[in-house]
Each structure stands twice: as structure tokens, then as C-alpha cells.
């Protein structure tokens, strides 16, 4: 017989374990601990495995109950949040959009293609969580996400189904600031040989090809600092300590925030960037504007290949 969850039970559970005894979380619920003990056997009967071991009137946890605990610990969250996204009155309900951040993606590209989505005429609270896209698939894989904005495809091993949207592609520009750009030659790309340099870390996506774009062109330039945060290689640039690469596609965005200078543009060095979902095509109104965006605004011109932009149903 397949065996079903008793979400009352579980809420019994759920409350011994973080009381630590019956005779407390009896307290919380307003119950006897007679009922409150016998619920409990009767939930690990079903289960067909033990969540508690004794130690004396204390209740420890065994490692079935700990796994379970963590499950029970989100599903009372959700239920908790699923409440709270209601008014007293129940009108005025905000659908939330839950959208990963790869840390390694700028967060330029990512406000430019979610900014749109809080102005759709259906209203919705979109909540934006940073991270190692790992992690992120993951989360997506537990349904805790809608989408992740990424500049890789989803990894391969995770067993997770999930689909790569190609948004878009975009060349590299080379910047400077104006008082190191007048101490260096203004050769592109030799004026990079032997120049100051801040280097993206290893987890942005496109450095093995801008690494190899060096070798290709005979140039070594000379890193002086390596960045995960892109924001803080920006910033860095921005003083003047070292020239620094970004998209093409954000560059005038860079030039008014950081008052660098454009020096060229790297167009064999491509970065992409992908919309990471459980949809082989995308229905959500959110997803389907954030699309939209790559293609018509941010990434003018659509990507080619063969994973194209992101698929549109009829």
C-alpha cells in the first residue's frame, strides 16, 4: 500500500522536534500529551520508520526524522508565506515572481531584463535571490524558483530537468579610466601587453575565451587583481587600477556609472546569457516579458545557433 503524508500529524511532528519533548510542544498545541504521543505513533506507524530515539523525557532525533524535518521546516515556511501574501480583506493579492541570480552574471544585465516585469499590467512582487547556479538549479528543481538568469547553460549531472533559454549574446568592450588610458599607448590591442589589468574570477563564464583571445593575439597583460564580484572589478577599474573587460551590450550603462572611457570593442569574445527554467517554453507572463526585453532591447539583434532565443508557444 503506498503510504500518504497526514499533514496534521506532521504538524505534531514537526512541533515535538522543535520543542524537543511531548510534554512541551503538548503545551504549544493546546492537547494532552496523551493525544499528542499517541498521533505521533500513529505517524511513525505509517511511515514505517522511527523519527525519534529517547533520552530520558527528551526526544531525539533520528536521521529519517531529521530528513523529514527539514521537509516538514519548508512546507510550514511556504504555508506560512502562501498567508502572508494575502491582505485582511483578501483582495489586492501580488503574485510573487522568484527569480536566481547567477553571482557570476552582472547585475546589470539582470536589473535591465527584470525591471520590465514590475511594470506588466498584472502587478506581481518579484523576489530576486543571488547565488551559485548550482545552488540555484537546485532551487529551481524544488520549484523555490520560476527562473534563473545565468551566463551558462543549467550543469549537466544535477539530474534536474530543466531547459536553457538562450536570451541573448553580446561582444566584450575594453575599458579604462581617462588618467590610466593617457599613460598607455593608444595601439589596440598591443597597448594591453604588459598593462594593468583586472582579471573576472574563474567563475565568470567567459574568461577561459578571453584568456585564450590573449594567447591568440600574443599579449600578456599584467593582472593585478582577479574579481568573482563584477561590480567590485568595475569599481576597481574605475580608479584606475587596471584596464577591465564588460559587455558589450551594457557599455554605454558602464561609461555613465563608472565615467570610464570605451576603448574597443573584442568581438571574438562572446558572453551569453541564458533564462534557466522548468518550461521548455515559456508561459509565464514574467518569463515571456524578460524575454521579450533580451530580444528587442537589451540584445537587439536575435542569437543565432541552434538553441535560439527562448521558445514561444502560439
Known sequence: MARTLNYKHLRYFWMVAKCGSIARAAERLHLTPHAVGGQLTQFEQGLGVALFARSGRLRRLTEAGQRLLDYADRIFALGDEALASMDESGRNLRPRMRIGIADSLPKSIASSLLRPILRLDTPMRLICIEGRLPHLVGELAMHR???????????????????????????????????????????????LDGAPFLMPGEDVAFRPALVQWFADADIEPSVVAEFDDLALLKAFGQSGDGLFVAQTA????????????????????????????????????????????????????PPDGPTGTAEQPE
Open 145 to 191: 524558483l520560476d527562473a534563473v538568469l545565468a551566463d551558462r547553460v543549467a550543469p549537466s549531472g544535477l539530474s534536474v530537468r530543466a531547459f536553457s533559454h538562450l536570451l541573448g549574446r553580446s561582444s566584450l568592450t575594453l575599458f579604462g579610466a581617462p588618467e590610466l588610458l593617457e599613460r598607455l599607448s593608444n595601439d589596440f590591442p598591443a597597448m
Open 250 to 301: 551594457i557599455a554605454q550603462f558602464i561609461v555613465s556609472q563608472y565615467r570610464v572611457h570605451r576603448v574597443a570593442e573584442i568581438e571574438a569574445v562572446k558572453e551569453e546569457v541564458y533564462l534557466i527554467s522548468t518550461e521548455r517554453l515559456l508561459t509565464h507572463p514574467g518569463l515571456r516579458e524578460m524575454s521579450r526585453v533580451a530580444r528587442e532591447g537589451l540584445f537587439a539583434a
